[in-house]
């Protein structure tokens, strides 16, 4: 990675902290107590669970599978020892981005977790759980853009490059932490409309 794209990352993260700041334009409705950012003991849990709770192994089986059949990386093979690189890779990327958006959550002071949906109504709730996506919430409870979620995914994403095979680059990476946000969002949904909690 040349000095020119470190710039480059780094500016990127300038913005996304930035935008932190300034609340989202949904509609913002009074913190009810489940909005409540939980005490250090309870966050480091739900820093736990989204590294290697159950759900999160589930995905990361579904992921491994997928990657194995479209043979990503073609290096790897299509034999089991392919698939556990595949699955040890992405463990390796989720943990990298849950550190991150735990870490830089708890240096802002937000939460970044999935809360359901107190709105009504079918699409009002899928666009919620779409937005939290992207979005992490205040200690009033009002949503902010999420400089920990973005920049977990992004990281995790191009961290994944230091151990794929020659040949892929940052830009890979940033692809890779795209995919996986884009499959936080199906969890979310899985989140709000399948799972109690």
């Known amino acids: 990675m040349t000095r020119h794209h470190l710039n480059a990352?780094?500016?990127?993260l300038a913005t996304l902290t930035a935008l932190s700041a300034a609340p989202?334009?949904?509609a913002q409705t009074a913190a009810s107590a489940s909005d409540v950012r939980p005490a250090a003991p309870e966050r480091f849990k739900n820093y736990l669970q989204a590294t290697v709770g159950p759900l999160v192994l589930l995905e990361t089986v579904a992921w491994a599978g997928i990657s194995q059949e479209t043979q990503t990386p073609a290096e790897w093979g299509r034999d089991a020892k392919g698939f556990g690189k595949r699955y040890?890779?992405?463990v390796g990327q989720?943990?990298?981005q849950e550190s991150v958006t735990y870490g830089l959550s708890e240096a802002m002071a937000v939460d970044s977790r999935f809360h359901k949906s107190r709105a009504h109504g079918f699409v009002p709730r899928v666009?919620?759980?779409m937005l939290q996506s992207v979005t992490s919430r205040?200690?009033?409870g009002s949503r902010?853009?999420?400089a920990p979620l973005l920049a977990g995914y992004a990281a995790g994403g191009v961290g994944v490059m230091t151990w794929y095979p020659d040949g892929y680059t940052w830009k890979d990476g940033v692809r890779y932490g795209g995919l996986a946000l884009a499959s936080r969002a199906g969890i979310n949904l899985i989140r709000?409309?399948?799972?109690?909690?």
């Open 24 to 26: 989202c334009a949904s």
């Open 88 to 90: 040890a890779s992405i």
């Open 94 to 96: 989720g943990v990298i």
């Open 144 to 146: 902010v853009a999420s």
């Open 9 to 12: 990352i780094v500016a990127s």
């Open 192 to 197: 709000e409309f399948v799972l109690r909690r």
């Open 127 to 129: 666009g919620d759980a």
């Open 138 to 140: 205040r200690a009033n």
